[in-house]
Structures are given as structure tokens and as C-alpha cells.
């Protein structure tokens, strides 16, 4: 595990430039512009495994971003969680003008505010879910570099005015084999049923609508098994709610608990995973511009 000393040698007196090497910075100009400076895109992986939300990443994973990335994954550089995160806060912004330019729906709030999420208009906190290390990678690398990400984008995306907190609730039920030489379809099979909500997380989720947050997007098979936990852990605690409410007798009005889950569940989405975002993806999943005018209403 990396040294407190070793984190503060980063941040005074960095090596080199995390993307390209240049000496005496954490991250040059010209490779903070390629990993935070460019415009999100929605991407999808092909093949898109089943369940998978919409994606938007900040970059495409090559190069500099790719550099800069396993530098704070691999080699604990911490140091680069604020560009990162702000690449990332970029990418959940994206989503959710994605979310409010789709028709109204369960992900839409057509009251008047013109479809903008209720999470932008400072109703209801944007919850950004991380999507889960194993327990064991965080142990080797000394830290949990998706959870890092995420809280920097939420910090940036409330100095936007954008109300964001991190929700780490998603964990490993079951042991996965490493995936960096499995294909597509082999890491669906080695991750479906493999996340679960913490105890009592479930209950959590439905403070806000749900962004998924990972550090990058290769298959998008954790995404949509970490879409699917959500959204069965949101079932779930709903039905209770429900169920709970008829036993006891609770009248469904206005400032009831349950009627409030209901009713942000129609309005803004509460604890429905409307979207997901990346710093970076696979540059082969990168929707080109064109087509992703023609689909930028498909945010489930």
C-alpha cells in the first residue's frame, strides 16, 4: 500500500507528465485538453450486451487518456483524480442532457422546466453509483480508483450547480475471473448475478435518479450487470414500501413516503439508472456524430 509520504511526493514534486512524459508535471496541457477538453460522446460496445444503459464517455481510451488512466489505476496516482473527475462530471452532464432531450417518460420531467432532469434543477441529487473494483484489486493497488473518480466528478459537477452526491452501494456477491482476456460474451458470462446492493443501499437509491460511473467502458458488461443490480435492488425495496404501506393502512397521499418514492419514480427518475458515464471508452464503441444526433433520445 502506497505511503501518505509517497501520495504528497505526487502532488509537490511530480516526475512527469502522466500522458506523454514530459518532465516536471502531473499532466500537461496538451493531455488535460485530450482526457477533460473534449466534447462527451454517447458510445456503444458491439456487441451491446442486453440491459445495457446509455453510455457517455469523455474520450476515447488511446494515447495520452489511456497513459493517464492506468496511472491513477495501476500506479496510484492520485494526483490525477481531479482531471479524471472532471472528465467524468463532463460525461454525466452529457447523460443527463441526453435524459432531458428524450420523450417524457419515467426518466423525464415534462413539468414545466423544458425536460430538464429534476437533478439539474437542484430537486432531486443526481446519485452517481461507481461501479465495483473486487475486493482484491483494491486491496493490491491501495486504493479504490473508481470511488476516487466519482467523488471528484460530484464535487465539480455541485460547484456547477449540478446536485450530485457518490452512492457507493454496489458490491461483489460472487468471485469474478480477471477479465482482460475475455471477449465480449465471456465477460457477460463471468459478470451476470455478480453485483448486489449493500445492506440497506436499496433504500438509498431512491433519494435520486441514477447515473453509473466506471473509469472505462471496453464491453459494457459491467455496466449493464451493475445497471441490473440497481434496478432489482430499486424493485425490491419498492415492493416493501408497498407492501408495508397496505399493512399498515398508510393513506398513498401527498407526503406519504411511499407515495413520495412513487412519485419521484415518475418525475425524476429516482432510483432508475437513466444513463451511465465513462471517462473513457474503447475507441472501436465510439458513436460517430452523426448517428449519435439520430439517437441521443434512446437513454434508458
Given at each position: 500500500m502506497r505511503g501518505w509520504w509517497q501520495d504528497l511526493t505526487d502532488l509537490v514534486l511530480p516526475a512527469e507528465c502522466a500522458g506523454c512524459g514530459r518532465p516536471r508535471t502531473v499532466l500537461?496541457?496538451?493531455c488535460r485538453a485530450a482526457v477533460a477538453g473534449g466534447v462527451p460522446r454517447r458510445v456503444?460496445?458491439?456487441p451491446e450486451p442486453p440491459g445495457l444503459p446509455a453510455v457517455y464517455a469523455a474520450a476515447g481510451y488511446?494515447?495520452?487518456?489511456?497513459a493517464a488512466v492506468l496511472a491513477h489505476k495501476e500506479r496510484g496516482l492520485m494526483s490525477l483524480a481531479a482531471p479524471l473527475g472532471a472528465a467524468l462530471a463532463g460525461a454525466v452532464r452529457a447523460g443527463l442532457r441526453g435524459t432531458a432531450a428524450g420523450p417524457s417518460g419515467p426518466t423525464s420531467a415534462p413539468d414545466g422546466h423544458g425536460g430538464r432532469p429534476a437533478a439539474m434543477r437542484g430537486r432531486a441529487p443526481v446519485l452517481l453509483v461507481p461501479v465495483p473494483s473486487a475486493r482484491r484489486a483494491v486491496r493490491a493497488r491501495g486504493h479504490d480508483p473508481t470511488r476516487r473518480i466519482a467523488l471528484a466528478a460530484a464535487a465539480?459537477?455541485?460547484?456547477?450547480g449540478v446536485a450530485a452526491q457518490v452512492l457507493a452501494v454496489l458490491r461483489q456477491r460472487r468471485g469474478v475471473s480477471d477479465q482482460s482476456r475475455l471477449g465480449s460474451r465471456q465477460r457477460r458470462e463471468n459478470l451476470t448475478g455478480a453485483l448486489t446492493t449493500a445492506a440497506g443501499?436499496?433504500?438509498?437509491?431512491l433519494a435520486g435518479p441514477v447515473v453509473l460511473v466506471d473509469d472505462l467502458m471496453t464491453t459494457g458488461a459491467s455496466l449493464a450487470e451493475a445497471a441490473r443490480a440497481v434496478t432489482s435492488a430499486v424493485y425490491s425495496a419498492r415492493v416493501r414500501e408497498e407492501m408495508e404501506a397496505y399493512r399498515t393502512g398508510r393513506s398513498r397521499k401527498e407526503g406519504n413516503p411511499v407515495y413520495r418514492a412513487s412519485e419521484l419514480w415518475r418525475a425524476y427518475g429516482a432510483g432508475h439508472?437513466?444513463?451511465?458515464a465513462v471517462v473513457a471508452a474503447s475507441p472501436d464503441s465510439v458513436v460517430e456524430k452523426q448517428e449519435l444526433t439520430k439517437n441521443v433520445h434512446?437513454?434508458?
Open positions: 500537461c496541457p496538451r456503444r460496445p458491439v488511446a494515447d495520452e487518456v489511456r465539480g459537477l455541485r460547484r456547477g443501499g436499496a433504500g438509498l437509491l439508472v437513466i444513463c451511465a434512446r437513454c434508458r
